[in-house]
């Protein structure tokens, strides 16, 4: 794949303390600045603004007013794009960031802009980062939506700019036949070719946002990219550099294909 999409949850940017986890920071800037260098074009979404915005309010709880919810976006995503920024100046590489509402979908003209954003820093070897601008969006920092959904937009962004890979990278090493942290006897499903109400039973019910965990999001995610003809694989964030064997073919994780 030429053109690809990585994105990346809180879990994987931040510790359990709130901190941000340097080291994952680290390696996925050095993966994809790698990838640039490779010749191909990457383009990152990334969540963990409201993470990182509580880390450095000294919160340890996200509360429950989304106007407090989208102070603290505000001051993480400032925060999380200084850190890419220092992350990928060590490696030569460039960023540029995008944030990106609904009407991207919605009105032709948007559409046709950001489209025009994202080809012009591709075409500069710029990583792009892209996240929901939270300060103008508010359906999806509802109390059910965990951090938000980048896993949907982060597959929008790839049928959008017509790339033909997503790496999505979790807190779990791929899909289970069942939860693995319900059930320790689930196993991991290496390859699924057809998303079905099975599948996403098999993720803990229904496709709607009362759902359990992040794992619909990133069913309808998968979804989105099989109806496009393109491809997502699912993996662990514990290590990004994973993202280089991912691209060699090595079945780690979950290919949807
Ligand atoms: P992230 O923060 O990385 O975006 P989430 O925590 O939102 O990830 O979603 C992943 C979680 O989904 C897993 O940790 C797990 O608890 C849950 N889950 C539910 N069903 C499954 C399944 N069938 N396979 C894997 N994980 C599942």
Redesign the pocket.
């Known amino acids: 794949a030429r053109r690809i999409v990585v994105k990346v ?4 940017l931040t510790h359990a303390n709130g901190k941000l986890n340097l080291k994952a920071i680290d390696q996925l800037c050095y993966t994809l600045s790698g990838l640039v260098n490779e010749g191909k074009q990457v383009v990152l979404v990334s ?1 963990g603004a409201i993470g990182v915005g509580l880390g450095m309010l000294g919160m340890s709880e996200r509360p429950d007013s989304i106007p407090q919810q989208q102070a603290i976006a505000a001051v993480g995503q400032t925060q999380l794009m200084t850190v890419y920024q220092q992350r990928f100046a060590i490696y030569g590489q460039k960023i540029g960031q995008i944030l990106l509402t609904h009407d991207v979908v919605d009105y032709p003209t948007s559409h046709q802009n950001v489209l025009n954003t994202f080809e012009n820093l591709l075409r500069l070897n710029i990583i792009p980062i892209v996240n929901e601008n939270d300060t103008v969006a508010v359906d999806e920092l509802d109390h059910h939506t ?2 938000g959904d980048n ?1 949907q937009l982060s597959a929008i962004v790839a049928t959008m700019i017509d790339a033909e890979l997503l790496i999505m ?4 090493e ?8 319900k059930y320790t006897d ?1 196993s991991l499903i290496s390859r699924i070719t057809e998303i079905d109400e099975e599948t996403f039973e ?3 019910g229904q496709g709607t946002k009362l759902g ?4 619909i999001t ?1 069913l309808k995610a998968a979804q989105k990219m099989l109806r496009a003809d393109k491809s997502m694989i699912l993996a662990s ?1 514990e290590n990004p550099s994973i993202i280089f064997k991912l691209l060699q073919g090595d079945l780690l994780g979950t290919l949807f294909q």
């Open positions: 949850g809180t879990s994987t969540s965990k951090f896993d990278l979790s807190d779990i791929g899909f289970f036949d069942k939860n693995p942290r689930a098999k993720a803990g359990t965990g992040g794992m990133k964030g």
